[in-house]
């Protein structure tokens, strides 16, 4: 069975650095695309970017780009979202998914995050 | 304002059928058969309900089907239920790194 089971949430301050994670399992992982994907609160869904743990090869979607840092671990099955310094406007639900052509055919259960003085 | 537009939301009666569109250009969902639809319950992860177009995953009801016409997508749910009340997200590949989302529709049940 395919699994990506993520961090909990985090409460920080703007200016505060954070690594959140999804642990996967059930299948290959360096074989499939992994990707994030941010929901502001009340708002839609925007995919951040992209890793092909196999090549550790990344693809940011160009409003996140420089932004954010994904990174994947293969010994640990593990994809990761950093940010090195924190503001307001990210607070929001973080998904992972795996992509599959495309498509995020499975997701974790998110990470909420608030960034908040 | 997102690049895929979706009604804001959309309603019908149980039993009934109902679709909602998603409208890109001929660079995205025009272009490309790389079009999905997600289900979103309240405090939940989307789940892929449709893919590359009219594709139905695995254990997904054949209640949900998908189609294209030029740069507007839609996803039709037929003999409604209470359970399929949720938002409803399109999307579509642009480029190797660009794969776009509809605003999404919240479907009312009535």
């Known amino acids: 069975e395919v699994q990506l089971v993520q961090s909990g949430a985090e409460v920080k301050e703007p200016g505060d650095s954070l690594k959140i994670s999804c642990k996967t399992s059930?299948?290959?992982?360096?074989?499939?695309?992994i990707g994030w994907v941010r929901q502001m609160p009340g708002k839609g869904l925007e995919w951040m970017g992209i890793?092909?743990?196999?090549?550790?090869?990344?693809r940011y979607s160009p409003s996140f780009q420089g932004q954010v840092t994904i990174s994947a671990d293969k010994s640990m099955t593990t994809a990761y979202l950093q940010w090195s310094s924190l503001k307001a406007s990210d607070s929001a639900m973080y998904y992972c998914?795996?992509?599959?052509?495309?498509?995020?055919?499975?997701w974790g259960q998110g990470t909420l995050v608030t960034v908040s003085s | 304002q997102s690049v895929l537009t979706q009604p804001a939301s959309v309603s019908g009666s149980p039993g009934q059928s109902i679709t909602i569109s998603c409208t890109g250009t001929?660079?995205?969902?025009?272009?490309?058969?790389?079009v999905s639809w997600y289900q979103q319950h309240p405090g939940k992860a989307p789940k892929v309900m449709i893919y590359?177009?009219?594709k139905r995953p695995s254990g997904v009801s054949n209640r949900f089907s998908g189609s294209k016409s030029g740069n507007t997508a839609s996803l039709t749910i037929s003999g409604l239920q209470a359970e399929d009340e949720a938002d409803y997200y399109c999307?579509?590949?642009?480029?190797?790194?660009?794969?776009?989302f509809g605003g999404g529709t919240k479907l009312t049940v009535l």
């Open positions: 998914a795996r992509r599959s052509d495309y498509v995020g055919d499975y």
């Open positions: 059930g299948y290959s992982f360096s074989t499939y695309w």
């Open positions: 890793i092909y743990p196999g090549d550790s090869e990344t």
């Open positions: 001929s660079s995205d969902v025009g272009g490309y058969k790389y």
């Open positions: 590359e177009v009219s």
């Open positions: 999307s579509a590949y642009r480029s190797s790194t660009t794969v776009l």
